[in-house]
T-cell receptor, first 117, second 110 residues
Framework: GAVVSQHPSWVICKSGTSVKIECRSLDFQATTMFWYRQFPKQSLMLMAT?????????EQGVEKDKFLINHASLTLSTLTVTSAHPEDSSFYICSANPASGGSYEQYFGPGTRLTVT | QKEVEQDPGPLSVPEGAIVSLNCTYSNSAFQYFMWYRQYSRKGPELLMY????GNKEDGRFTAQVDKSSKYISLFIRDSQPSDSATYLC??????????FGKGTRLSVIA
């Protein structure tokens, strides 16, 4: 149990275009989902926390107008990178927190590798 | 001082060795302590989870938490090449998001 999927697993896009990444909890309901980015050989950096049906909470330094997060249902959150630039190239990982668990209980997706050319 | 400190390694050991991975932290509010394993280009996978102080064992893996010293450890016995990965410690106060260490890259050489 506790499986989280992400789609796509990798994407290449041109500078200036937008990219949407989906995060789904497959066998549980997630009231909270988290979005992270990870640069090579670096740890996970929390970008934002999203709660179903409400606006996401962004970490300091993360542009909310550039990284649009929508948590439309208890099993789906999306991250849209708008007007992507090469510096947005990174590994984006989501995690989901079961409705019955504390915030510490997070299950991670396999990640999405974004390359902006 | 960062909230969570973890030696990034890399750590290289021969197959069969006992591996010790450690993290220190500064926030005394942390109550939940996790170890994740991350293979290259994959998402983190939860290995061990401990609440408050004490030890927890699962197969070849043992997690220890010493809250008085703000120090946590993960031991891997009889290490295998398949254990080669990055190990991330993470901790939380309970209703707060996880705070991660930088991760330690481990290589187990056959």
């Amino acid at each position: 149990g506790a499986v989280v999927s992400q789609h796509p697993s990798w994407v290449i896009c041109k500078s200036g275009t937008s990219v949407k990444i989906e995060c789904r909890s497959l066998d549980f309901q997630a009231t909270t989902m988290f979005w992270y980015r990870q640069f090579p050989k670096q740890s996970l950096m929390l970008m934002a926390t999203s709660n179903e049906g409400s606006k996401a909470t962004y970490e300091q330094g993360v542009e909310k107008d550039k990284f649009l997060i929508n948590h439309a249902s208890l099993t789906l959150s999306t991250l849209t990178v708008t007007s992507a630039h090469p510096e947005d190239s990174s590994f984006y990982i989501c995690s989901a927190n079961p409705a019955s668990g504390g915030s510490y209980e997070q299950y991670f997706g396999p990640g999405t590798r974004l390359t902006v050319t | 001082q960062k909230e969570v400190e973890q030696d990034p390694g890399p750590l290289s050991v021969p197959e069969g060795a006992i591996v010790s991975l450690n993290c220190t932290y500064s926030n005394s509010a942390f109550q939940y302590f996790m170890w994740y394993r991350q293979y290259s280009r994959k998402g983190p996978e939860l290995l061990m989870y401990t609440y408050s102080s004490g030890n927890k064992e699962d197969g070849r893996f043992t997690a220890q938490v010493d809250k008085s010293s703000k120090y946590i450890s993960l031991f891997i016995r009889d290490s295998q090449p398949s254990d080669s990965a990055t190990y991330l410690c993470a901790m939380s106060g309970g209703n707060t998001p996880l705070v991660f260490g930088k991760g330690t890259r481990l290589s187990v050489i056959a």
